[in-house]
């Protein structure tokens, strides 16, 4: 799951780094990632796991590491089966 | 030195502003049209943002709701970005919250808002200004229920 995480950061996230070679607790916003490029990740995210982000996950959190983002999606795809 | 206090006459002020890049809204709906801004915006606000200067509308109503998210100072709450709406009294720009924003800036207390948009050829920009009186045993914001500045 990292890794598909890892490669949507790397389509949409406009970082400054590579995603793909960043620790999974490293702070994305600090790495480059913008509040409008979260928005595009946020897409990608649900186009790749087949879900949808409600509104309570929509947090600065939620995007701020590759190891948050996997737990919310990772809770998400559990309530979706 | 001296610690500048974030109140005036006793009413709290909040500002929160912020840039787009009109590349970063125009590649957003390239790649994901009506779903990006299903996401974001509301029917009023795709329905302001017409014509030439459409992208950069959209941009300038993105900057506001950043820079609203911003004034609440709440880093951890769940900000759906359409209870954000920037509406129009003419040419002036007017800010509308709703759902679970609307009640959290009843908790901490917003009075009046002033928003201000802008942009140039690559990118748009937004400030809020907020005048609050005293919050309401708001759970997010302890501080702010005490009644205090600072963190």
Redesign the interface.
Known sequence: MQDQIRDVLAA?G?MAVDPREVDDQADLYKLGL????S??V???LEDEFDIEFP???????TFESVHNIAQVIESLVKSAA | MINVPDEVDGHRVRVGC?V??IE??Q??LA??GD??LR??FTATEISDCQGRNRVHGLAAR?AAK?AV?KAFAA???????REIEVTRDGPLPLLRLS??LAERAQHQGWLSSSLSLSHADCHAMAVVVVVCGPAVDDPMCAVDSAGAGGR
């Open positions: 949409h406009r913008t509040s409008h490029a928005v595009d946020m897409l990608a509104d309570e996950v929509l947090k600065k959190s | 912020d787009v890049d970063d809204v590649g957003s790649a994901f779903r990006y996401k974001v993105f950043e998210i880093p951890d709450m769940p900000f759906p970005l759902g679970s």
